[in-house]
T-cell receptor, first 115, second 118 residues
Framework: AQSVTQLGSHVSVSEGALVLLRCNYSSSVPPYLFWYVQYPNQGLQLLLKYTTGATLVKGINGFEAEFKKSETSFHLTKPSAHMSDAAEYFCAVSVRSGGYNKLIFGAGTRLAVHP | EAGVAQSPRYKIIEKRQSVAFWCNPISGHATLYWYQQILGQGPKLLIQFQNNGVVDDSQLPKDRFSAERLKGVDSTLKIQPAKLEDSAVYLC????????????????FGPGTRLLVL
């Protein structure tokens, strides 16, 4: 069965530092992978997604992620953290069920950015 | 373009009471999803509609949860009777469509309804 593991439920970085949020997946078929961000008291917003093609995917707000099949990983990075990046981040994999796709989410990583 | 609307935003009830949540998806979106997000966990899909038909309700506790999307637009999710463990945020999402070949349309999420069962 497909699943997603996010390493580290809490990550804290300094403003201007590199952001690295880890995501590993298990899938028996080539996966579709997603990163979503959730700000307090809001719904989820898509940051980026990998379907096919280029393995380095660029998203909104300066985030990017690289699909590494050999490592079954899809880690999210941003070169320089901003205070506004503080939020919860969810990695998700798309699975086929009953002829349709559905998302399986990881448990999330809460990112704190301090001055 | 208006986003996914949900109401109410917050609800507090006592166990064994009933509660209903409402969702209005983005105009033209054929696929609608209800997720349950328990504190400290990622969202879990409860039910997925394609127009007004259910395509996946495998994770819906059918003894107490029900959902409908009668005209293929708005949807309601009901819990009757509620249990303490139903305390969570209930998220509604929508996407343009899904085809049987598996297109990956982006899901757009509403702000959620935060339910507390006492």
């Amino acid at each position: 069965a497909q699943s997603v593991t996010q390493l580290g439920s809490h990550v804290s970085v300094s403003e201007g530092a590199l952001v690295l949020l880890r995501c590993n997946y298990s899938s028996s078929v080539p996966p579709y992978l997603f990163w979503y961000v959730q700000y307090p008291n809001q719904g989820l917003q898509l940051l980026l997604k990998y379907t096919t093609g280029a393995t380095l995917v660029k998203g909104i707000n300066g985030f990017e992620a690289e699909f590494k099949k050999s490592e079954t990983s899809f880690h999210l990075t941003k070169p320089s953290a901003h205070m506004s990046d503080a939020a919860e981040y969810f990695c998700a994999v798309s699975v086929r069920s009953g002829g349709y796709n559905k998302l399986i989410f990881g448990a999330g990583t809460r990112l704190a950015v301090h001055p | 373009e208006a986003g996914v609307a949900q109401s109410p935003r917050y609800k507090i009830i006592e166990k064994r009471q009933s509660v209903a949540f409402w969702c209005n998806p983005i105009s033209g979106h054929a696929t609608l999803y209800w997720y349950q997000q328990i504190l400290g966990q990622g969202p879990k899909l409860l039910i997925q509609f394609q127009n007004n038909g259910v395509v996946d309700d495998s994770q819906l506790p059918k003894d107490r949860f029900s959902a409908e999307r009668l005209k293929g637009v708005d949807s309601t999710l009901k819990i009757q009777p509620a249990k303490l463990e139903d305390s969570a945020v209930y998220l509604c999402a929508s996407s343009l469509f899904q085809t049987l070949t598996g297109s990956q349309e982006t899901q757009y999420f509403g702000p959620g309804t935060r339910l507390l069962v006492l």
